[in-house]
């Protein structure tokens, strides 16, 4: 466990723990490839420390569980005061979830448990509270990514089944099983996952983390269009 600060939760309100999944860097985000060009592995895991930084600023989030099989990544992730979990059964997205939030379960056995994709670098904590809060009605529900075709936050209420259906078109994945969609509310920045160039423009736009911001300067240093221009 951790020794970070953490910010405290209002009386009555839900305490969550967050399962976020990140794919070793040298992998991920495969579609900034074309853009990112030598800078992809940095951007990645630019991307992946600012969302978890800011899920931890997040005053519901009781305990955040980082999901990876990269060692080197797992060191940083725990410096940033995540509770790092190795990746079983190495059988993709949604198993790593669930084993996750099986562990999320086993520490908090009444606790609220959400998954959250660790591609959101503009993630801002108050919209994240905004966003746990509203799930606190449901049984289960999801926060649709910027296209309204994924996902990018599942919630699963204390005591109901967590039964995450990430990947491709996760939005009606999650719709037909009965979770229900958290809009409108304000939490542009929960939705604005980054796959792309066009992506990471718009994430720019809205207000990138420290790490990123950082990357893209040196993306721009080594003359990348995106970071430049901002074109895709
Ligand atoms: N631990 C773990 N994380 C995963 C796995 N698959 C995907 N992820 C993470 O889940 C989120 C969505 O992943 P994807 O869209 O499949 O992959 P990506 O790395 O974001 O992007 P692409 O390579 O361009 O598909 C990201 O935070 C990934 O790091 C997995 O098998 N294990
Ligand atoms: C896995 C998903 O996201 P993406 O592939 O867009 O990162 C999803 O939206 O379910």
Wanted: hydrophobic share 45%.
């Amino acid at each position: 466990m951790s020794t970070h600060e953490r910010p405290v939760a209002p009386a009555g309100s839900i305490g969550w723990s967050l399962v976020v999944p990140v794919k070793p860097a040298a992998v991920g985000k495969s579609r900034l490839a074309p853009f990112a060009g030598g800078h992809r592995t940095e951007l990645a895991q630019a991307m992946a420390i600012d969302t978890i930084t800011a899920a931890l600023a997040c005053p519901r989030v009781v305990e955040l569980l980082a999901i990876t099989p990269d060692p080197e990544f797992a060191a940083i992730l725990a410096g940033v005061g995540a509770v790092v979990v190795t990746d079983e059964p190495a059988a993709g997205l949604n198993a790593a979830l669930l084993h996750g939030a099986r562990l999320a379960r086993s520490r908090r056995p009444e606790g609220a448990v959400a998954a959250m994709l660790a591609d959101l670098p503009a993630l801002r904590p108050n919209e994240l509270t905004t966003a746990l809060d509203a799930a606190t009605a449901w049984p289960t529900s999801f926060v649709p990514d910027a296209a309204g075709v994924g996902t990018t936050l599942y919630c699963a209420s204390p005591g109901v089944e967590f039964a995450p259906r990430f990947g491709g078109p996760s939005r009606l994945a999650h719709l037909d099983a009965g979770a229900v969609e958290l809009m409108p509310v304000p939490i542009t920045s929960v939705r604005r996952d980054v796959d792309t160039g066009a992506d990471l423009h718009q994430a720019r736009d809205l207000g990138v983390g420290p790490r990123t911001r950082a990357a893209l300067a040196a993306m721009a240093r080594a003359g990348d269009p995106v970071a430049e221009t901002g074109t895709s």
